[in-house]
């Protein structure tokens, strides 16, 4: 008899969510969490200027229609604040707390075969039981700490944007170091170029950034309350898992002057739907380069310094093959002359030293060092932990030339061991919460069929895991996105494999699949 029916790992929107629903069925589920609260992404990224990507309407829960009713999103683009006190309001709402363990870190799983059950070790020293385990540790909540030479000889201050101090940091008046340029950089950098001293910037490569134009949420929310099933209707069956209108025509067939109509809208919209304009943007480089020229011509408008502004443009990888940021002023921010720019290309960082960071030939003197060097993308997590099957094999081995899963939801010789949001489904090139919901559902209803069935047993079949690998490769092969050195191809960490881990194929078309697996009495995997 095991201690639990469910183990879940990690209380970010998907562990809270599936313990909400498991629950609810009467099943006996339990939660492990490392941080000391819920909320996950929003918990530990605190830094200045966090926020969502996903207009807030959208990137929210949408099981229960009373919570969807009942809470106020202040702003188009919710902040972290009020996305943590969303994610803290659901724990107290549906009373989620009492069955989590908080400050308790997962380091091992082991399947026992006879006894069809996994034990999970913590770092507290606890094992605990149980007949099924969901990892919803996250794809972005290992964070990347690349090695600098001499980091710990400096005297300064030095934050990571991943685990940003719960109490804040007073950064006016400051001089600041800033390394990374993805989407925390874009955000921390825009936030802080107000308050202190002076500002480096140092960027390897730089981002794609569409404008945001937040501001207060009143007409949307108002809308969204009236229309709310219209909009999750439509997100499920999307390519992006939000409201967007993927562009059916052809850029490269379209005359040029209505091409700059249809980005110049889309620009005033703001979002992330620009680069769903045509639908060969991400298939033909052609199309690609116009977008991308596009935007170049946005920063070129936005930054005075022409030299600097072509230093902010990407030019070494197609749009859109890297998660677009959203910005909120952050091109402007260069124009303000406590700010500077370093391209460590030109200039590669040598080491850091007491007093600042050495640059090809220049010293820099800091107070502070903030590293936005990004996250171990989509395995990190479940690869931070030792997974075993039966056999002794470990997960970790299993994908050491990248990960093997069927549908981004198990994968083959660790039976009931399930992922929400896991590599090879669409995950992080969609919004998140309507990829973790429809994950979450899916287990759910998985975890019913067995019980029902008076079965215990699920795992992929070898042959369905290794088409669906296939098939996630091939489409990726469609697109431009293989080509860039992103943290989808696991590019930003030494030694990991590069292949490309999400499903590019959308999420509309990732929930027919889904749905008819889970119809076809869940073809492909093996049930006993
Ligand atoms: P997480 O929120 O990452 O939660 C996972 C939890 O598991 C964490 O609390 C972690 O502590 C815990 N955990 C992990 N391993 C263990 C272990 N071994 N033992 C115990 N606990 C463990 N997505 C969007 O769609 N739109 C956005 O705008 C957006 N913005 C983002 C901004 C930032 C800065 C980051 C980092 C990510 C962003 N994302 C965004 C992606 C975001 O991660 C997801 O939207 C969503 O919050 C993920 O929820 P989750 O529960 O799956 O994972």
Not at 286 to 292: D, I, P, Q, S
């Amino acid at each position: 008899m095991s201690d639990h029916d469910v183990i879940i790992i990690g209380a970010g929107f998907a562990g809270m969510y599936q313990l909400h629903r498991l629950r609810r069925l009467g099943f006996d589920a339990r939660v492990i969490e490392a941080g000391d609260d819920v909320g996950g992404t929003w918990y530990w990224n605190r830094y200045p200027g966090a926020r969502c990507d996903i207009e807030s309407v959208e990137y929210s829960y949408s099981f229960d229609p009373e919570l969807e009713q009942e809470w106020d999103w202040s702003e188009r683009y919710a902040a972290q604040p009020e996305l943590l006190s969303y994610a803290q309001h659901v724990a107290q709402r549906y009373d989620l707390r009492k069955d989590i363990a908080f400050n308790t870190r997962v380091e091992t799983l082991t399947w026992d075969g006879d006894g069809r059950q996994w034990t999970v070790t913590s770092d507290d020293g606890t094992s605990r039981t149980a007949q099924y385990v969901i990892a919803a540790t996250g794809c972005l909540s290992v964070p990347s700490r690349p090695q600098f030479e001499g980091l710990e000889d400096f005297a300064g201050e030095v934050y990571w944007t991943s685990r940003w101090p719960h109490e804040g940091v007073d950064l006016a008046g400051k001089r600041v170091a800033v390394i990374g340029t993805g989407s925390s950089g874009l955000q921390t950098i825009t936030a802080i170029a107000p308050v202190v001293a002076e500002l480096t910037v140092f960027q390897r490569t730089p981002s794609f950034a569409v404008p945001a134009h937040n501001g207060p949420n009143d007409e949307r929310l108002a809308d969204a309350r009236t229309r709310y099933r219209e909009i999750r209707e439509y997100s499920r069956m999307s390519r992006t898992g939000f409201q967007c209108h993927s562009g059916t025509r052809s850029l490269v067939e379209t005359e040029i002057d209505e091409v700059q109509r249809e980005f110049g809208k889309r620009w005033a919209d703001g979002g992330l739907c620009f680069s769903s304009a045509f639908k060969d943007i991400l298939k033909d480089m052609k199309a690609n380069e116009v977008a991308a020229e596009y935007v170049r011509g946005r920063i070129r408008e936005k930054v005075k310094d022409p030299q600097l502004a072509e230093k902010l443009s990407p030019r070494t990888y197609p749009i859109a093959s890297k998660r677009m940021c959203v910005d909120t002023g952050y091109f402007e921010v260069y124009n303000q002359d406590n700010v500077s720019l370093v391209d460590i290309n030109e200039q590669p960082i040598h080491r850091i030293t007491r007093r600042g960071i050495v640059a090809g030939e220049t010293r820099h003197e800091f107070d502070v060092i903030i590293f936005a060097t990004g996250f171990d993308a989509m395995t990190g997590a479940l690869n931070a932990m030792d997974i075993r099957s039966g056999d002794g094999r470990s997960l970790r081995e299993k994908w050491a030339h990248g990960p093997r899963t069927y549908l981004g939801l198990m994968s083959a010789g660790f039976p009931n061991l399930f992922m929400i949001t896991g590599p090879q489904s669409p995950s992080v090139l969609s919004n998140m919460m309507t990829s973790i919901e429809y994950h979450v559902d899916w287990i759910t209803r998985a975890l019913e069929y067995l019980r029902e069935h008076g079965l215990n047993r699920m795992e992929p079949a070898p042959d369905a895991e290794d088409n669906w690998v296939n098939t996630t490769n091939d489409v990726a092969a469609l697109t431009v996105m293989p080509q860039a050195a992103s943290w989808y191809m696991g590019a930003n960490i030494p030694g990991k494999q590069r292949v490309f881990m999400p499903f590019a194929g959308g999420v509309g078309t990732y929930k027919q699949i889904g749905d008819g697996v889970a119809v076809a009495h869940y073809h492909g995997f093996e049930l006993s």
